[in-house]
Nanobody
């Protein structure tokens, strides 16, 4: 079955950086787009970044564009989220998700269709 395991979370100071990783198994990784989403305390799940199965296209939510970078290594079945210039409002639990197609399929709320999520990794940005 699909397994997604996130790692790399922790505590960072404002302006700092963190790199999240997600190890995938149970499916042909390169055949599917992958996404990252986050959930802050008391809030819903917020899609923030996605990448096509072949890595050719990447999309970001406005709030993270220019600060976060999504990438993938299909040989390792891993997807990454490099986060820079972190802000306190980036504090959330971060999840990676498997898309439903090789490309990102966006819904009316601006998120990309995802059929599996990992357990998440906590990111706290605080001085």
């Amino acid at each position: 079955q699909v397994q997604l395991v996130e790692s790399g979370g922790g505590t960072a100071q404002p302006g700092g950086s963190l790199r999240l990783s997600c190890a995938a198994s149970g499916f042909t990784f390169s055949d599917y787009a992958m996404s990252w989403a986050r959930q802050a305390p008391g809030e819903g799940l917020e899609w923030i970044a996605g990448i096509y199965g072949d890595g050719s296209n990447k999309y970001y939510k406005d709030s993270v564009r220019g600060r976060f970078t999504i990438s993938r290594d299909n040989a390792k079945n891993e997807v990454y989220l490099q986060m820079s210039d972190l802000k306190p409002e980036d504090t959330a639990r971060y999840y990676c998700g498997k898309g439903t197609h090789s490309i990102l399929v966006f819904t009316s709320d601006g998120s990309s269709r995802t059929d599996s999520w990992g357990q998440g990794t906590q990111v706290t940005v605080s001085s």
